[in-house]
């Protein structure tokens, strides 16, 4: 009997460290009201998410996932004061994401540029079009579908032209007039060389070589003008060669 007493006191003595021992310390969840996401959309900006990106209730990836938002979500930013994690509201749900998965999305209507100043539009052939693109010179892009327009510079190419985005502006630029997906899908575009508008095609998937570390995407694109050919290819890309014929009719018409 007194070894049943001692042991029932034992296990006493020791349920208060056990319970100590496995409780979870909750206190790293809680919101102390220093990152507290307003309780609106109102005054939200929309953004767009590169890649699948949790929601969490509080910024830290220590924190709990209450969904994932898949790339490609739109999500109302209502803060983005820390600059590491912005208080967002996504399908109703009010949380954080962390911001450099997160780009802001640019609703301005489509506005045809203003071609005055500019030569009118030609069709030029790869065989000219090589010999005008010279390599490491940033020209003028500006797709014809949104009027958004940004600079690659030439790095290399032989069938076509190999190009590089010049700035992370400018990828950014690019990728929304890709609407926010990188697609092998060929945009027509004007390309501004020595004064010339020439139409031509880009595709908008980044691949290959790096020669531009400093623009905020890895990878190059491929810049078509008529008659140019893919990667080993023997014969043109319709695609591509579509996508020209698109620009310069888009072009002549504005």
Not at 7 to 34: E, I, K, Q, Y
Not at 37 to 59: K, Q, S, Y
Not at 91 to 119: H, I, Q, S
Not at 141 to 157: E, K, L, M, N
């Amino acid at each position: 009997m007194k070894k049943i007493i001692l042991c029932l006191l034992l296990v006493a003595w020791l349920s208060p460290m056990t319970v100590r021992a496995f409780a979870v310390d909750l206190s790293c969840w809680v919101d102390d009201g220093t990152h507290a996401a307003p309780e609106t959309a109102e005054d939200a900006t929309a953004f767009i998410t590169l890649e699948a990106l949790n929601l969490r209730p509080v910024p830290g990836t220590h924190a709990p996932r209450i969904t994932m938002a898949s790339r490609g979500s739109v999500v109302q930013v209502t803060d983005v004061r820390d600059g590491i994690w912005y208080a967002v509201i996504y399908n109703g749900m009010r949380g954080y994401m962390y911001a450099e998965f997160l780009e802001k999305l640019d609703t301005t209507p489509f506005v045809p540029p203003d071609l005055g100043n500019l030569a009118p539009v030609e069709i030029l052939d790869w065989h000219s079009a090589n010999v005008l693109l010279t390599r490491h010179t940033a020209v003028t892009i500006i797709d014809v579908r949104t009027g958004i327009s940004w600079q690659v510079a030439r790095f290399g190419g032989e069938l076509h032209a190999d190009v590089e985005t010049v700035t992370a502006e400018d990828t950014a630029n690019m990728h929304r007039a890709f609407d926010y997906t990188w697609t092998w899908e060929p945009r027509p575009v004007l390309v501004i060389i020595d004064g010339r508008t020439i139409a031509a095609s880009i595709n908008g998937m980044p691949h290959g070589i790096v020669t531009n570390f400093r623009n905020n995407v890895h990878g190059h694109f491929c810049l078509h003008f008529f008659g140019s050919l893919a990667h080993g290819a023997a014969s043109v890309d319709l695609r591509h060669h579509n996508a020209v014929m698109e620009a310069f009719f888009t072009a002549i018409q504005w």
